[in-house]
């Protein structure tokens, strides 16, 4: 009992002993936990909603005053087309849009069926369900008002709601998770996998050898890393091969455009493994911190939950994760077929990215190989 009792004291001693480890612990637990506690939710708040009035009644006007008075839904466009409204769908800057149908207010004024449509983007199916329940509330809460109004001006014709999924017909959650799962396992092996490889190197003393053969930091450093870019994209064209068959999720945009970006998503992932490396003395830290710095780059990609529906200065934070972006593209080019006109945003946001994480993670190496 007492040999065991040192044993204890003895790797708690260890364990704490080491600032790294320290930070591992605790610290970076802490303040996951805060991050995170305020950033993942499921609430769907202040949509950015497109209206399309093609009817331009009082009745109409009042409708729409029932969609923005509830907290759901924030128009940000007024569409003059319904192609135009799938122009701001492609382009990722509206979730929702209501189209109000010609000869509205004049159905209902008759007793008649007023139609209305809402469309929501399919390509998140989770918050295109929840945007289609709201606008039915919505609705059925405007054709309670009117029928119990019951006065000759109020008319007794009721609203006709149809929803539709844009994207995603079918509001199938594989068609969301997919692509989402694509993009953290590439992470995974872009940021554990390499961060491990060169901490072996110092870990079994090699890399003092290496460093003082004719080879250079930086040829070095690639050596280290294009295997695993390379083994990247072989999982990419293995699980978009798996989505097709099993799942039946296919490419809709420009497969070039994809495998293009994806190795930007990859180079970035690199250094950030780089950095890892430099601080991590063993394989087992790097394993680690490498987890660690896994979690908040999935959790805060919109990979289950939407950065749109975080809190403002989460949002902010989310702009230096290079998940989120390939996130985007990956979700844009595959469900929604779209290009690098639509694109533009998140596919600058990756290549900048790519080049600091990799620029400062050379000199960063550099410094500590020094």
Not at 53 to 67: M, N, T, W
Not at 238 to 255: C, D, E, P, R, T
Not at 342 to 361: K, S
Request: proline share 4%; aromatic share 10%; glycine share 8%.
């Amino acid at each position: 009992m007492r040999r065991m009792k040192n044993m204890l004291v003895k790797e708690f001693l260890q364990m704490f002993r080491d600032v790294r480890m320290r930070m591992i612990i605790v610290v970076l637990p802490c303040m996951q936990m805060l991050v995170f506690a305020f950033a993942l939710t499921t609430d769907v708040t202040r949509i950015a909603t497109a209206v399309l009035d093609g009817d331009e009644s009082v009745r109409s006007r009042e409708l729409v005053r029932a969609f923005t008075s509830s907290n759901h839904f924030r128009v940000t466009a007024r569409p003059t087309s319904p192609e135009e409204m799938i122009r701001l769908f492609d382009q990722g800057r509206i979730r929702a849009g209501i189209r109000i149908l010609p000869g509205f207010g004049q159905n209902m004024a008759a007793g008649r069926t007023g139609m209305v449509q809402v469309l929501t983007d399919g390509s998140d199916s989770n918050t295109a369900s929840v945007v289609a329940g709201y606008a039915r509330s919505i609705v059925e809460r405007f054709n309670q008002r009117l029928n119990a109004a019951n006065n000759p001006d109020s008319g007794a014709g009721t609203i006709s709601l149809a929803t539709r999924a844009w994207y995603n017909p079918n509001m199938e959650s594989t068609f969301y998770f997919v692509p989402g799962l694509i993009a953290v396992m590439l992470a995974v092996s872009g940021i554990v996998l390499t961060s491990i490889a060169i901490v072996r190197e110092k870990e079994i003393g090699t890399i003092d050898q290496i460093m003082v053969t004719p080879i250079g930091k930086l040829e070095f450093i690639l050596g280290k890393s294009l295997p695993y870019l390379l083994v990247g994209y072989l999982l990419m064209t293995l699980m978009f091969g798996m989505a097709h068959v099993i799942f039946q999720v296919n490419i809709k945009g420009s497969i070039p455009l994809l495998y293009l970006m994806t190795g930007v998503y990859l180079a970035a992932n690199i250094g950030i493994a780089l950095f890892i490396s430099t601080s991590a003395r063993t394989q087992q830290q790097a394993l680690l911190t490498g987890f660690f710095v896994l979690m908040p780059l999935v959790l805060l990609s919109g990979f289950m939950y939407p950065v749109r529906n975080m809190p403002e200065p989460v949002q902010y934070l989310t702009v230096i994760n290079p998940m989120r972006w390939y996130m985007e593209i990956l979700r844009g080019v595959v469900l929604k077929g779209v290009g690098i006109r639509e694109l533009a945003g998140p596919i600058a946001w990756q290549w900048g990215l790519a080049l600091c994480f990799l620029g400062l993670a050379r000199v960063r190496f550099s410094k500590t190989l020094g």
